[in-house]
């Protein structure tokens, strides 16, 4: 019995996110106030901000900085995680990045370093804006670099560049709009949990997993994924005239190799970062800096450090079942997205 209740107290503590103490005589103690604890693990976390890390080069005899900006995994602007985690939020790392890059007076050019299969539309479009002000702010040349994978809204970012690289193996495109969604009903009558929810609004559940969608709800939902497709379509014309727009297949979603996307106009050359860094500088090697901006408990030694983003337990769970974690991401997504548990994924 005494086992019994230990199990019970440890569950409970999970399942809150309150930071019990379980000692040998069974005895529970809150040292201090919940928000106390809050805030001591917000200043545990605090990293400082994003320091200048040099992966290439000598910055005292380079007068000239190439800035390698790293945009990788999931598009949100959350800490999609798990609980205690270090993790960042894309969106605002983003915009602290191009802060620093801003700021160093050596800069002479940036290249957006890409390895994302896309994300949340609105969180695509925060950062997209936030790239066409730095260039605003910044007039510098910038290059585009597209790694393993850069689909849906890790296309759409690359758009705001003047040139795209991409490797041969590298997936690209990826152009159109999914909302995640799942019908759940059976699957949850069989453990016996069942829905009574209360709502004011007849469509307050639009798109609920918990029945299947009436005709009325799929024609509403998929008049705004149409929308949101028109914008990422029309954004890939004004930033890549040279895309055609005589062949709908090459923006109806589906994805290309990196020598397809080129004869498709959404690259313009088959290459490595390093050759996106020599277009960037437009100057020999010798005379260039390479840096990037990370923590520092988060070191970069080369342009290609990826910042780790991923939970201690990514999951009471330990599997993944589709439309379980539905509500992780519950909004329209530009993402290529071929498994369905994709957003259990943190990091790529």
Known sequence: ?????????????????????????STISVPQPINAVVTADLQANDRGPVTTWVVSGDPRCCPAHIAVLDIDGLLVNANMTGVYSASEN?????????????????TAAV????????????????????LRLFRSRVPVPMVAC??????????????????IVAYPGTIVGGIGVILNSYNMQDTLAQFNVLDQSVKA?????????LRAISPETRAWLQAMADEYHRSFQETVYKQRPQVSRDDPTTLDGRIFTANQAMQRGLIDRVGTLEDAIA????????????????????????AFAITSNSP?????????VPGLERSRLPTFLYLWEPDPTLERAKSY
């Open 146 to 163: 597209l790694l393993d994978v850069s689909t849906g809204g890790g296309y759409y970012l690359a758009t705001v560049a003047d040139t």
């Open 201 to 209: 609004g007849e469509n307050i559940d639009m798109g609920s997993s």
């Open 312 to 320: 201690a337990t990514s999951s009471l769970l330990p599997i993944s």
């Open 90 to 106: 894309p969106v605002s790392v983003l915009r602290e990045k191009l802060d620093a890059i801003a700021q160093n007076p050596c």
């Open 279 to 302: 277009i960037a500088c437009q100057r020999p090697t010798s005379e260039l800096c390479v840096v990037m901006y990370h923590r520092s408990a988060d070191p970069a030694r080369s």
């Open 111 to 130: 290249v957006l370093r890409i390895n994302s299969p896309g994300g949340g539309v609105a969180a695509t479009e925060i950062m997209w804006h936030e």
């Open 1 to 25: 019995m005494r086992a019994h209740s230990i199990g019970i107290l440890l569950l409970l503590s999970l399942l809150t996110g309150c930071r019990h103490v379980l000692r040998t005589d």
